[in-house]
Structures are given as C-alpha cells and as structure tokens.
C-alpha cells in the first residue's frame, strides 16, 4: 500500500515552462488536494476535488490547472511557470469529503524550482 | 486577519519538559480541529483530531479546544527529542470541504 505517491520528487523549470506534477493514491479515496508550502507562510490549498469529474479552487488557485478524470489521480497543472510559483507542493487525499472525520493522507511533495 | 493565526516558532525545551503549542482563530464556523506534525523533508502527518470543543486524550499527546475563546491547544508530555518538528494546527467548516493550516510552529527538544 503506497499511500500517496508525488512524482518528481524535484523539479527545475525556466520561466514560461509548463509541466505537470502528478498525485495518485491507491486507498480509493474520495478526496484529493493540491497545498503549495513557503518559508512563513504555511500550507495554502491551490485546488481540490470531491470526486471524479469535480474539482473547485482553494485560496492561491491562480497559474495552476487540476483535473480529476479518475478517482485514483489528480494531476496539477502549471501552465506558464514563474519564480513566484517555486514552492514545495504537496499532495493529499482522504476517504471522503471535509468534516466527517476524515483526516488528509499527505505525500512526500515535490520540490519545484523556477528560474 | 488571516482566518488561522500560529506562532512560527521556533521553540526549544528539554527533553521531559511539557510543550504547548496553540493556535487562534476567527471563523466560528470551524467545527473540526487537527494537529499535523511535518518532520523535515517529509508530508504533514495527523497526530490529533476533535470535533467541536472539549479535550481529546492520545499517548503523551493532549488536544484542547475552547471554541468560546476561538483557540486551540496541544500538550506534549515527557517531551522527547523525536518529537522534534514542525506542527500544523488546521481546521474546517462543516459547510465546506477546505481545510485551512495554520504556519506551523517549529518546535527543537533538547536532549
């Protein structure tokens, strides 16, 4: 059971670049966020998704994209890369949906760098 | 005001000292409170979980929440260098499916 699996690990993009981050997790879980965390600042939600097919926006959703064609993946999408956007990402998910004691399942986050 | 105010830290104690770590908050509507202890490099891991307010009681660790005062707390006993990390407090609103962090505390036991 890996839980929840961030692929890269690192990441180092010119400004302008676009790639994907990807998330899966294998606990057929209902829920799936993307948090971006900086020095000072916190974790701050960039989107979510409550199931296949849905997804809405957290507090810092702009310059990122997400889909959630299956249940076991939630890709993020960065569209034109910028400095501002360098951040550790980190990705969870949880059996269901906020506030019916259903605790967030983090991954490993990605490093992203953008120069 | 941002809605989840916490102390960066850092703090350091002893080891075997007792650690209070808290945070405030201004939404009242936050029903559900958690605390996540993120070691260096890795992902937030839940440590606690409390619905509306009252103590919940796990190990060495205590969760209060006092939602009169909009504050919440976390006690670790027989504090130990391996419980040093950076704790998250979050919370969410029944109504909504977002959780909010606080900025995390760093918190250093000294052997």
């Known amino acids: 059971n890996a839980g929840v699996t961030q692929t890269p690990k690192f990441q180092v993009l010119k400004t302008g670049q676009s790639m994907t981050l990807q998330c899966a997790q294998d606990?057929?879980?209902?829920?799936m966020s993307w948090y971006r965390q900086d020095p000072g600042m916190g974790l701050r939600l960039i989107h979510y998704?409550?199931?296949?097919?849905?997804?809405d926006q957290g507090e810092v959703p702009n310059g990122y994209n997400v889909s959630r064609s299956t249940t076991e993946d939630f890709p993020l999408r960065l569209l034109s890369a910028a400095p501002s956007q360098t951040s550790v990402y980190f990705c969870?998910?949880?059996?269901?949906?906020?506030?019916?004691?259903?605790?967030?399942?983090f991954g490993n986050g990605t490093r992203l760098t953008v120069t | 005001q941002k809605e989840v105010e916490q102390d960066p830290g850092p703090l350091s104690v002893p080891e075997g000292a007792i650690v209070s770590l808290n945070c405030t908050y201004s939404?009242?509507?936050?029903?559900?409170f958690m605390w996540y202890r993120q070691y260096s490099r890795k992902g937030p891991e839940l440590l606690m979980y409390t619905y509306s307010s009252g103590n919940k009681e796990d190990g060495r660790f205590t969760a209060q929440v006092d939602k009169s005062s909009k504050y919440i707390s976390l006690f670790i006993r027989d504090s130990q260098p391996s419980d040093s990390a950076t704790y998250l407090c979050a919370m969410s609103d029944y109504r909504d499916d977002k959780i909010i962090f606080g900025k995390g505390t760093r918190l250093h036991i000294l052997p």
């Open positions: 969870a998910s949880s059996y269901s949906r906020q506030g019916n004691n259903s605790p967030l399942h």
């Open positions: 939404n009242s509507a936050f029903q559900y």
């Open positions: 998704s409550v199931g296949a097919g849905i997804t």
């Open positions: 606990m057929n879980h209902e829920y």
